[in-house]
């Protein structure tokens, strides 16, 4: 019995590499201008001279990599660090991803590095003395004690930079607009291959590529009877000989849609 289907979405704006690009290249210019001139204010209003966001926790973490870099978390390792009147750094662990962030982040080429990340981290950190960062307490502890043991006076910005965030511009609201669409059809496009016999890795191998093919980021996530938030890594060759329920919450709040008895 297959329960909620739901779907988390970001979609590539700015790849350059010939996938879905729902934005102009000035449109895309506009919207990382406003993002950088929104951290240098926020630099300006707690008195820092640098700041160093990390998505090697949880994905609350990974939003802030995703908001000044533009490059889709393909791994939870990875850092930004930006200090006062510069462009942001995208810091990453491997050559590849480096390579692969160079084709779509929205930073200059230059502004990407890879290598050991906590030695690239604290090259960049030296001669700052007062350093802002989000989300403090969901950081490795490995990290959080390399980082305090700095001597640097870090400054917890998360409510700072919530509050910055919370105006969102037009760009942000046809990108939301964009996710609901693709979240939409692709609820829509596995009700229509709903039938008896048909497996769970079919499903949700389709619904994987319908997302990747219309430009979102981020996969499907399907809820099974047996575990919750069964990803497509999960998901078994089992046919499907119940009826399913399955639930869009975007789409249709709390109600379940049974697409075959």
């Given at each position: 019995?297959?329960?909620p289907?739901?779907?988390?979405?970001?979609?590539?704006?700015?790849?350059?590499?010939g996938?879905?690009?729902?934005?102009?290249?000035?449109?895309?210019?506009?919207e990382?201008?406003?993002?950088?001139?929104?951290?240098q204010?926020?630099?300006?209003?707690?008195?820092?001279?640098?700041?160093?966001?990390?998505?090697?926790?949880?994905?609350a973490?990974?939003?802030?990599?995703?908001?000044?870099?533009?490059?889709?978390?393909?791994?939870?390792?990875?850092?930004?660090?930006?200090?006062?009147?510069?462009?942001?750094?995208?810091?990453?662990?491997?050559?590849?991803?480096?390579?692969?962030?160079?084709?779509?982040?929205?930073?200059?080429?230059?502004?990407?590095?890879?290598?050991?990340?906590?030695?690239?981290?604290?090259?960049?950190?030296?001669?700052?003395?007062?350093?802002g960062?989000?989300?403090?307490?969901?950081?490795?502890?490995?990290?959080?004690?390399?980082?305090?043991?700095?001597?640097?006076?870090?400054v917890?910005?998360?409510?700072?930079?919530?509050?910055?965030?919370?105006?969102?511009?037009p760009?942000?609201?046809?990108?939301?607009?964009?996710?609901?669409?693709?979240?939409?059809?692709?609820?829509?496009?596995?009700?229509?291959?709903?039938?008896?016999g048909?497996?769970?890795?079919?499903?949700?191998?389709?619904?994987?590529?319908?997302?990747?093919?219309?430009?979102?980021?981020?996969?499907l996530?399907?809820?099974?009877?047996?575990?919750?938030?069964?990803?497509?890594?999960?998901a078994?060759?089992?046919?499907?000989?119940?009826?399913?329920?399955?639930r869009?919450?975007?789409?249709?709040?709390?109600?379940?849609?049974?697409?075959?008895?």
């Open positions: 019995c297959l329960k289907i739901s779907t988390s979405l970001l979609i590539r704006t700015s790849y350059k590499g996938q879905i690009m729902p934005f102009t290249e000035k449109e895309i210019q506009t990382y201008r406003r993002r950088v001139a929104l951290l204010e926020l630099m300006k209003q707690n008195g820092l001279d640098a700041v160093l966001f990390s998505s090697t926790a949880q994905q973490n990974q939003l802030c990599v995703k908001f000044f870099s533009n490059y889709m978390l393909s791994t939870r390792r990875a850092f930004i660090f930006c200090g006062s009147g510069e462009e942001p750094y995208l810091i990453l662990p491997t050559s590849g991803q480096a390579f692969h962030a160079k084709r779509i982040t929205w930073l200059p080429e230059d502004h990407v590095l890879y290598g050991n990340m906590m030695e690239l981290v604290l090259k960049k950190l030296s001669g700052h003395t007062r350093v960062w989000y989300l403090p307490d969901e950081l490795p502890y490995a990290i959080y004690t390399q980082l305090c043991g700095t001597g640097i006076c870090f917890d910005v998360t409510q700072a930079l919530t509050l910055a965030r919370a105006r969102k511009s760009y942000e609201i046809k990108l939301t607009e964009e996710a609901s669409r693709i979240a939409g059809d692709s609820f829509a496009h596995v009700v229509r291959m709903l039938k008896p048909i497996t769970e890795q079919e499903l949700v191998g389709a619904a994987e590529g319908y997302l990747r093919a219309h430009g979102a980021e981020d996969s996530v399907l809820t099974r009877s047996q575990k919750p938030h069964a990803f497509i890594t999960r078994k060759p089992v046919c499907l000989s119940t009826p399913p329920r399955l869009d919450p975007e789409a249709t709040g709390h109600r379940w849609f049974v697409p075959f008895s």
